[in-house]
């Protein structure tokens, strides 16, 4: 009933930038929290950055002052903007939503995961 699209995944070199944006669709009422996550192989999922519908947002240490976490809730999109890459941050990025449908369900819902690998 709600789905999440993402797309801006790919190849970079290190001190590179990308772009990852995360679109949702169906029977949207609200949004309220959206995050991206990320897990490298053999490594813990973490959360990389998220946004409150109260307009708060948190970072995860290792991306502060690289990452950007934005949203247009008239879209019903979220886009992370990745500065500065580092080899650490490749991973399959996954975006999440949580909110409320059309007929008062909760919902969480995740992205299908994007790859960002970062290589000479």
């Known amino acids: 009933q709600v789905q999440l699209v993402e797309s801006g995944g790919g190849l970079v070199q290190p001190g590179g930038s990308l772009r990852l944006s995360c679109a949702a669709s169906?029977?949207?009422?609200?949004?309220?929290?959206m995050g991206w996550y990320r897990q490298a192989p053999g490594k813990q999922r973490e959360l990389v950055a998220s946004?409150?519908?109260?307009?708060?947002?948190n970072y995860a240490d290792s991306v502060k002052g690289r990452f950007t976490i934005s949203r247009d809730n008239a879209k019903k999109t979220v886009d992370l903007q990745m500065n500065s890459l580092k080899p650490e941050d490749t991973a399959v990025y996954y975006c999440?939503?949580?909110?409320?449908?059309?007929?008062?369900?909760?919902?969480?819902?995740w992205g299908q995961g994007t790859l960002v690998t970062v290589s000479p």
């Open positions: 999440t939503v949580h909110g409320r449908s059309w007929s008062q369900r909760n919902f969480e819902v």
């Open positions: 946004s409150s519908s109260g307009g708060s947002t």
């Open positions: 169906g029977s949207i009422f609200s949004i309220n929290f």
